[in-house]
DNA sequence: TGGTTGACGGTGG
DNA sequence: TCCACCGCCAACC
């Protein structure tokens, strides 16, 4: 069964996803994928928040799953940073109390 | 058109 | 808890 086509752009629909993430919440590549029609494109989400560097899309709010932060383009210290200034408790490279802090669309 | 590339996820050792 | 492996997927070249 081919998958519906999309309207609109998988990474269009990323981006509208990762915008809406409201700050001191964080959302896993997974939770992304799956708001964005796809459950399964986590790492294409990751793909996708690799080359985006907007100012009006949150990507520091998007983590790997279990807490993990995931990449930042090799700038994890300051995702870490980020987090920890809108009141997420990270600990070395983990969120702490993730299920506390996820965003609940 | 077809192969490569990872800011991933889950499982097993 | 950490690391290695394999499966998945859209964007890129």
């Not at 796809?38 to 807490?67: E, K, L, S």
Request: hydrophobic share 40%; proline share 9%.
């Amino acid at each position: 069964m081919a998958r519906k086509p999309t309207p609109v752009p998988f990474m269009a629909r990323v981006l509208s996803v990762v915008r809406r993430i409201p700050p001191g919440r964080v959302a896993t590549y997974g939770d992304v994928a799956a708001l964005a029609g796809r459950p399964r494109a986590a790492r294409a989400v990751g793909n996708i928040m690799r080359g985006c560097r907007r100012p009006d899309v949150p990507c520091h709010r998007v983590i790997a799953a279990g807490g993990r932060l995931g990449g930042y383009g090799g700038r994890e210290m300051l995702k870490r940073s980020l987090l920890a200034a809108e009141g997420v408790i990270v600990s070395g490279q983990r969120v702490r109390e993730l299920e506390r802090v996820r965003w609940d669309p």
